[in-house]
């Protein structure tokens, strides 16, 4: 299974309960939604083996495929939408895309 996993801080002006409240109310269910999206999860990172983590959030979307997700969800109106006020909200972010091996 194919997945999307984007690593990112949250932007100075935006503090952690204001973000729960948007995911759980707008993000997660619109992120659910879209096509090709089969799941998607939220992380908060509370603590890295070895050191500290330079993320505090991990966002996994699993997908049908990455090719489904890039022409049937990214192009739509509302995927663009939530992008225009999520990006924003965070900092430092860095999107990964994989294959399910295990």
Do not use: W
Not at 29 to 42: H, T
Not at 70 to 92: I, L, N, R, W
């Amino acid at each position: 299974m194919a997945k999307r996993i984007i690593l990112y801080n949250l932007a100075d002006h935006v503090t952690d309960e204001a973000f729960k409240e948007y995911v759980t109310s707008e993000k997660g269910p619109l992120i659910d939604s879209l096509p090709s999206v089969k799941k998607y999860e939220l992380v908060k990172i509370t603590g890295a083996m070895g050191g500290e983590s330079p993320y505090k959030y991990c966002g996994i979307v699993h997908l049908t495929s990455l090719e489904d997700f890039e022409q049937k969800a990214a192009p739509t109106q509302a995927y663009q939408d939530f992008f225009k006020k999520f990006g924003p909200m965070v900092k430092d972010l860095l999107v990964l895309s994989g294959e399910e091996i295990y």
